[in-house]
């Protein structure tokens, strides 16, 4: 069974996505794993309400199901956008020096390192961006 937080596409809301990602875990979950899920939901709450829509008003939803444990906590990020798919953008270059990288990607690139599985779908003409990770005793 998942819980749903739908908001506007805004960064002013980042903080409500946030604690709603977050919701499922207990004060035992190890501070770095609560951190990489605070980072992936930014990264990604952050790009939809920058990049998704060309006009505000624009709407996220949120999908969250699991939580700590060995099924691991999924976060599914929503939006009726411009179809995009993140998981596409090739990796940055790390081996150029920081001034000859081009900007952006660095940030979906961290989401894919940190998760256990990321996948997008584009249905029903919304974006689908799914990550899960695995949180506790059999996490990483």
Known sequence: MADELRVEAKVDNLQQVIDFATGTLTDACPMRERMHIELVTEE???NI???A?????GFAVIRRSGGEGPEGLTLSF?????PYDPLK???PDL????DERPIGGLGVFLVKKIVDEAYYEYKDGKNILTVR???GKNGQ
């Open 89 to 91: 953008k090739p990796d």
């Open 95 to 98: 081996t150029l020096p920081i």
């Open 133 to 135: 990770k695995v949180i």
């Open 49 to 51: 309400a920058s990049y």
């Open 78 to 82: 929503i939006d009726g956008g411009v």
């Open 44 to 46: 990604i709450f952050v």
């Open 53 to 57: 829509y060309s006009e505000p008003g």
